[in-house]
Each structure stands twice: as structure tokens, then as C-alpha cells.
């Protein structure tokens, strides 16, 4: 059985302009432990993607099956819970709280889920060492390199060691060396931990590193093709 499994997706958007089809008709499926990139250009519908896969959208039509949960049949309440514990979610701006040091930004999906600071304690400082921040712990958002907080909002998304993780362009804030140290992590991470990664980025130099590459056109799936690391 597949990790993921999308049936028949399509994805509309009212405008003035009259109705936007993002998505049209997608079937796919996403195996445990693959790393994936979805190409295209602007608009082509990658982000729309990335945002029903992690429940922060539901499609128009279709069913998304993540494990044996279909999450296009949650409440807004429940898709809130689903991406908290079993999605992380890296975005290409950080979304970092600016108020919070390096560790409390890891910290808080588990505090928003009642565990206590002993018992984050732990799992925080394993992340750290995992991005190599523990020298920035006490620092906040502002006082980081753009590279250095893009590792905080990955160390982020592993908290709560989700099986998925949906990466939304995480290299486009960052000159090119930072961004393939970022890709060389998230590289590692699919490696070592066997986590289904999916990220949407104009790179080619991420390319390389995938299983599998997905490229979009006008809302279509356009390739599916075998990414140079196989």
C-alpha cells in the first residue's frame, strides 16, 4: 500500500474573473521513504499540491489517503490536529515566531499538545545537534542567517517525527550555496530516516538528489519520471 494516495483531485478557486482550475483530475501515489520533487512553473499548481497533501486545503473533488486516514473527509479541526502530529511543513519564508529563541520554535507543536518542557527537553536537543543550531539555541528569529533559520523550521517539522514532510520552495530565501546545504539536509534526513519528503522548487540542482520528479503543468501532471539518484 502506498503512503500517500491521491484519487482524482481537482482543485477550483472562484475569482472574479470566473472559476481557476489549480488541479485537474490527479492520481497519484507516493511510496514510504521516497524523495520527491514537483517541478513547474509559477502557477502550475505545486503549491496547491503540497497544501491538500498537508491538510491546510481540502480539493473540490477526490480523496487523499495518507496511511489509512482520509484527510480530504476530516473537519477543520481535525486537519489542524493531522498536520500538528503526522505532517511537517517547511515554508520558503521560515514562518518562525519572532519572539521565541531557536528552541522554543522547535518546542511548540509539542507544547500546543500538552507535553511538558521536560518532556520536549530531550527530543529539542537531539534536533539541534541533528541541524547543528545547539550554539544558537537561545537566539531569536532576527538574529539568524536566512539558511540558519530555514534549519530551525526543518528541525521544526521533525518534532513530532512525522512520516511526511511537504516542503514548499525552502530554498527560494537563500543564495545558492545556503540552498544546497538545505538540500543536502533534507537529502540526509530522507536517507538516515526513511521519511517521505515532497518538496516544490524551481531548483534543478535538486534534481539530482530525488527518487522521482513531478512535473506540472496547468494544474496536470505533465511527467512522472525516475530522478537521477535511482
Known sequence: MPLIELRNISKSYPTEAGEVRALQGIDLCFDSGEMVILSGKSGCGK???LNLIGGLDQPTSGEIRIGNKDISALSEK???LFRRREVGTIFQFFNLIPMLTVEENIALPRWLDGFSNDEVKTRVESLLQQVDLTHRRNHRAHELSGGEQQRVAIARALINSPKVILADEPTGNLDSQTGL????????????EGQTIIIATHSREADALADRILYLKDGKILKDIIGCWQ
Open 78 to 80: 481535525e486537519r489542524t
Open 181 to 192: 546545504q538545505v538540500l543536502s539536509l533534507l537529502t540526509d534526513l530522507n536517507r538516515k
Open 47 to 49: 503549491t496547491t499540491l
